[in-house]
């Protein structure tokens, strides 16, 4: 299957212009699967809840969502970004998949970062994986990478490939994808925005560098700092079923969970 | 407290030489802690489980650690080393702290590696952490690296610095030591040795590169890849206390382990 991530600087809140960009830049790609970076079409520097409000919508019905719908019935791709969506009073951090028979996946990130907590609940669904062409994709969004239980979860439940729209504004994330995918034998693909955005109190720079992992540790594809791009690679999902190390290890065998403790608990 | 890497090349089987090689290198180096790298006494490529055997010795008697107490209260510094640890019938691959004091701990490597599950029986005490000049260390040996709870759960238990004797063949762990700092906001201190052991069908060329990185993956030392050396840095562990990313995220109250999963099981 073929995977692919867009890197791309949006507007702040001109919801379409920034999907017209988008398109525009993946007209003349073939893919199976288009990953988008979180909150892609909206921009991310909210300055209130009020704000993002404004600019959310339903993940069930909306202007976003009936325009990707069309675009990946169009593409015959499955595409994978970020939104605010608004459910009930709530307002979370989702990303949305949405495949060209209509099939549509909601993620709510559970790890919120910074002012993010200002304007968003943390996501209430479990990290959940999903069949796409021959396999099991898992979402998590941005600074849910700096939790090693997200990625070993998705893993745990069969994910083989993470896909992972961010805005990241440090660079420790691309690096540590490759200890994620090794620890887990999985792909994976960030999709990173990039330029900054200059709002309010707020000046945050994106930091790009969009990558797609394989769950040897091999960076399949690695973006630029600064430039709109796509980054396309082809992969094998028979590459992550496998989880042996060499003939005598295998990831998932080895490990011994009575061993692991998941909550702090002092010395013993 | 300043923590010192032992980096070297020991000759197979030469218990006495390694022993007197390590002391003569760390002759005039002052720290706290001295962490030396798995198995770097015995050497590590046994052909046979006999000959592991012969090489092994008790964690509460014997020729090395008599050697390394005596070293200990000399030098008045901690030290930790691996050894091939005969209990009874069983063989552990084991990294012993001993303090100045005489206070000894062991540690027994929970995840073997390739033919290590030839020789060695699986670790069967608990990650542990303990106090140690002011700070709380944990231990833990080689290939344990690759799963991620290892580090997770000796950071909640309280460890500050991860003291990681080893004996690599690839080059991965030194670079996703700094995930796992970054991660647990912990020291880490990765002992490797260097050159290579061409015994029997096995032909192993060990990477060095010990490295030293603190709880914001920085490198506090970079060993290189072929020279004997001492590593030294100052630590503070006070560092490793907060767990702050932000003012607004903290990494261990943001985690979310109703979402997580320990075991495999399959897609809800």
């Not at 939104?83 to 989702?94: A, H, V």
């Not at 968003?120 to 959940?128: D, Q």
């Not at 994620?180 to 034998?185: G, I, K, P, T, V």
Request: proline share 4%; with cysteine; glycine share 8%.
């Amino acid at each position: 299957m073929r995977v692919a991530l867009v890197q791309f600087r949006p507007e702040f809140g001109d919801i379409s212009g920034n999907i017209d960009k988008a398109f525009s830049m993946m007209e003349n790609t073939e893919a199976d699967l288009f990953v988008l970076p979180e909150l892609c079409f909206s921009g991310y520097t909210f300055t209130s809840k009020a704000e993002a409000l404004g600019l959310s919508e339903s993940a069930k019905d909306g202007f976003t969502l009936n325009q990707i719908k069309a675009f990946s019935l169009k593409k015959d791709a499955g595409m994978i970004y970020g939104f605010p969506e608004k459910d009930g009073d709530s307002l979370y951090n989702t990303c949305q998949f949405i495949s060209p028979d209509g099939e549509t996946r909601i993620y709510r990130k559970l790890h919120l970062y910074y002012y993010e907590k200002e304007w968003f609940t943390p996501g209430n669904l479990p990290l959940s994986v999903f069949e796409f062409r021959g396999g099991k994709l898992g979402m998590m969004i941005c600074f849910d990478w700096i939790f090693p239980e997200v990625c070993r979860t998705l893993a745990l439940k069969g994910a083989q490939l993470i896909c992972h729209p961010a805005n990241l504004v440090m660079s420790f994330c691309q690096q540590s994808m490759i200890t994620r995918c090794l620890e887990n034998a999985v792909f994976s693909v960030t999709a990173n925005r990039i330029g900054s955005e200059k709002r309010g109190e707020f000046d945050f720079e994106f930091t790009g560098a969009s990558r797609i992992v394989s769950p040897k540790g091999e960076i399949l594809y690695q973006g630029s700092i600064d430039k709109d791009e796509i980054g396309v690679a082809d992969i094998n999902f028979e590459d992550s079923i496998n989880k042996k190390v060499n003939f005598k290890n295998d990831l998932w065998a080895d490990r011994r969970p009575e061993f692991y403790r998941m909550e702090p608990n002092g010395e013993e």
